[in-house]
């Protein structure tokens, strides 16, 4: 039903401000059947009606508009819809994704990232030792760290005797230059928080376990611009690797000559991602290369080109490009928001509020029933189908909320309870199943709130809620009701069948198509076998007694307006079939050329439209003596 809203879309433009919000006072423009709209929410779908429309409406105009809108609003709650479970559900899962920026702590997320920002205007170096997760590997982790900083063994030694990382294990684990946002957040918030030749607590970045020793910290030394060639040695015999020696010492001295470097990266590098470019890495900060690629296009001056050097891909030369200090915070912004979304960080905004919004509400789970749940466990040896209905009956208070208990029998009939063995793990899992209904409960407490103080939450949530509704009642009233309601459709027509008017005639008939002659006449012989009227499944029952053999389309055209009509009907030559159409074959049925509309489906698309309006006059008609509708006039005076 998304697509069904009252306006365009549900976004609330920058400019559209209610003015009442700004003031503090909301009064009551019109009462609509008893509920109450706010000038707040009138003025913002004004304003933004008319920005939508090529002629803005006057005032006068959009009332009248308006006030139809909400009368059918409380015709579909009178029919119920607003109760529906499909209804709740979508309404719901707005509300709730229309709430999430409003329900977190903006200053955390905000600390979060200038904390990441921070860590771009440092380079630091690093050591780690790192094991893999599992059942005791934390522990033993520590223990190594205790025994280093006791003196009992020394960091390095103890990094070549039991990290997993190959590569900084063969380097006393020397990682080399921490990136930011390159990292697992824990690995990289502990390497900026250590300081300098101290030892990190045991960290979990998800990937293993690690302790960091930082090695060294300096300001930050930007990034740089460089291109390279490389001559690649892996694999190679030692003639092959000195032949690309050879090589690179030849690009070296023809490029210091002056020749462009860009086009000998081109013919020459084997580095396919950077040649095609000219040689190019782009920008680049400490620790994103391999040593001593790293150190070397730092330490040359732009536009200088380095001597040969070997890493562990091959021989290298690099010319630097230019170099930059660190990018302002608002340039790096969006991309530390992403990061902060795939990691650790991502909840600590929502956490922060939802721990103020417990204290606030005055908030707790009651241990006391929790006790009672294991001890029941206990007794009935697990928690079984029988004591989870025990649980779904019970009105032992789960947790309170500003004083106010709700009942274990709500968590059971909300959360996924399912049978356990152990007494502990039933506690446990009807006591975390609380704790989430609570912060659920407590989320709905704000998003009330937040209605009843915000005004474009407010107005942006009513906008969609009634657009839903008002969709749904047109659609049963007016839209599909015109589709489907033949009989009432045709009654219209033969009403106003003066409104039709062609002119010129057109060719009435069905053409039956097939992929040959002989299925043709099989598919026609057998049509003319049928009563002398068409029936009404017509189409239908040709499809079931040949399938896919044969197509029926119901025409309906001018002179003109179609090859094959100007061929049956009106004396055109044949035309000449498609050579990817598999219907070669084609036949009228029961064709004839008629002179002006004889019933509804002959103008099918305008009678449609003018039936839907005229049900849209009637039911309009019909709301309006339904249901009392009241305009404040002083205030509407008011609105501009």
């Known amino acids: 039903m998304k697509k069904h809203l009252f306006t365009a879309g549900a976004i609330l433009g920058a400019t559209v401000l209610a003015i009442a919000a700004k003031s503090g006072k909301d009064p009551v423009l019109m009462n609509i059947n008893g509920k109450d709209v706010r000038v707040s929410e009138f003025e913002y779908l004004y304003h933004k009606n008319n920005t939508q429309q090529l002629q803005p409406q006057t005032l006068d105009e959009y009332v009248d508009m308006f006030v139809n809108y909400k009368l059918k609003v409380a015709d579909a709650e009178a029919a119920g819809l607003d109760t529906t479970e499909s209804f709740l559900n979508e309404y719901g899962q707005f509300r709730n994704d229309l709430s999430r920026p409003y329900l977190r702590d903006q200053s955390v997320e905000d600390s979060l990232v200038l904390e990441a920002y921070n860590h771009f205007k440092d380079d630091v170096r690093v050591s ?13 982790l520590d223990s190594i760290r205790t025994a280093i900083l006791a003196g009992a063994t020394t960091f390095e030694a103890a990094a070549r005797a039991y990290s997993v990382d190959k590569n900084s294990r063969d380097h006393d684990g020397l990682m080399g230059f921490v990136v930011p946002e390159r990292f697992p957040w824990a690995f990289e918030k502990a390497a900026y928080d250590t300081p300098v030749g101290q030892i990190s607590p045991v960290i979990n970045s998800g990937f293993g376990l690690h302790i960091i020793r930082v090695e060294e910290r300096t300001p930050a030394s930007g990034e740089v611009e460089a291109a390279h060639i490389l001559r690649l040695t892996q694999g190679k015999t030692p003639e092959g690797i000195a032949a690309q020696k050879a090589m690179i010492d030849s690009l070296y001295n023809v490029a210091s000559s002056g020749a462009d470097f860009a086009d000998l990266a081109t013919r020459f590098s084997e580095d396919p991602g950077s040649a095609k470019k000219g040689g190019s890495l782009g920008w680049f900060g400490h620790g994103m290369m391999v040593q001593p690629f790293d150190s070397i296009s730092f330490a040359l001056a732009d536009g200088a080109i380095s001597e040969p050097f070997e890493t562990r891909f091959g021989y290298h030369i690099i010319k630097k490009q230019g170099h930059r200090g660190v990018a302002p915070l608002e340039e790096k912004k969006d991309g530390i928001l992403k990061s902060m979304k795939t990691d650790e960080r991502v909840g600590q905004p929502e956490f922060v509020y939802l721990d103020r919004l417990k204290k606030a509400n005055k908030a707790q789970l009651v241990d006391a029933t929790f006790m009672e749940v294991e001890k029941l466990a206990e007794a009935n040896s697990g928690m079984d189908s029988t004591l989870i209905a025990t649980f779904a009956a019970s009105e032992m208070p789960a947790y309170t909320i500003n004083g106010k208990e709700y009942p274990l029998s709500r968590v059971i009939s909300r959360m996924h309870i399912f049978p356990v063995a152990n007494a502990s793990s039933a506690r446990h899992m009807i006591q975390n199943s609380a704790a989430d209904q609570l912060n659920s409960d407590l989320l709905d407490i704000a998003r009330t709130q937040l209605a009843e103080t915000n005004a474009d939450y407010r107005n942006l949530l009513n906008e969609y809620r009634d657009g839903i509704l008002m969709y749904e009642i047109s659609n049963r009233n007016v839209w599909e009701k015109a589709s489907k309601d033949k009989e009432g459709l045709n009654e219209y027509f033969r009403r106003n069948r003066d409104k039709y008017h062609w002119d010129e005639p057109r060719f009435k008939s069905y053409i039956i198509f097939a992929g040959n002659d002989s299925v043709l006449n099989l598919a026609v012989a057998y049509a003319d076998s049928l009563s002398t009227d068409v029936p009404a499944d017509f189409v239908q029952g040709m499809r079931t ?18 090859p094959i009509t100007d061929y049956l009907a009106f004396g055109a030559e044949k035309p000449a079939s498609e050579k990817s159409s598999r219907w070669t074959s084609y036949a009228a049925y029961k064709g004839r050329i008629i002179q ?45």
């Open 128 to 140: 780690h030792i790192m094991i893999a997760d599992g059942e005791g590997q934390r522990q033993k």
């Open 545 to 562: 007694r040949f399938g896919r053999d044969v197509r029926v389309d119901r025409v309906i055209a001018a002179k003109g307006e179609n």
């Open 596 to 640: 002006q509309p004889e019933e509804a489906t002959d103008v099918r698309g305008a009678a449609v439209t003018d039936y839907q309006n005229e049900l849209e006059k009637l039911w309009v008609e019909k709301l309006r003596n339904t249901y009392k509708v009241k305009i404040n006039k002083k205030e509407l005076k008011k609105v501009k």
